[in-house]
């Protein structure tokens, strides 16, 4: 593809005013043979280029001279170019220029997002913040057991409970 600021540069080096823009379809879109300056033939290839979108194929030609048929009689200069419609933008410039003086904290590979410290910080708090889920870990676990244990202890108590409740009825039953 090529730079449409490439194809406006080439028309004026070379005195290629006329021309044909063709669609991705190989459909003409403009075409141009009119008696026009130089600049004129740039300008108007200019609005063509910044008010557009897509592919095109563009042909340049030096004269207008054109069988009865209208196609031209000489060989075309041919490019291809896709057009985004931000190639004629004014370059947006960044809010403070890169100086070397100092960090800029917008880059992230300057270490301006997130400082050393910070991070020392915050990896200690995260060391801190392990050791205590560890040990709630292991703090449930211990509750798990005991309240296990309390359970075959309340089980035991309720069976020897029911035993006892069974041995005195069969007594007062004799």
Not at 32 to 51: A, P, Q
Not at 133 to 153: A, C, N, S, T, V
Request: charged fraction near 30%.
């Amino acid at each position: 593809m090529t730079d449409p600021h490439y194809i406006l540069e080439y028309m004026q080096d070379n005195d290629l005013r006329y021309f044909q823009v063709a669609n991705q379809f190989n459909r003409d879109v403009v075409v141009s043979f009119n008696d026009r300056s130089l600049e004129d033939g740039i300008e108007k290839m200019r609005k063509f280029l910044s008010k557009n979108t897509g592919f095109h194929r563009i042909k340049l030609y030096s004269n207008n001279d054109l069988k009865t048929n209208g196609v031209p009689r000489q060989e075309p200069q041919v490019f291809e170019v896709s057009i985004t419609g931000k190639e004629f933008d004014p370059p947006k410039q960044d809010s403070e220029p890169i100086t070397g003086f100092g960090v800029n904290p917008s880059y992230p590979s300057a270490g301006g997002i997130i400082g050393v410290e910070q991070y020392l910080n915050k990896h200690e708090e995260n060391a801190t913040l392990r050791e205590k889920i560890k040990g709630l870990e292991l703090e449930i676990q211990y509750l798990r057991d005991q309240h296990g244990r309390e359970i075959d202890r309340l089980r035991a108590d309720h069976e020897a409970a029911l035993k006892a409740a069974k041995d005195s009825n069969q007594m007062f039953s004799q």
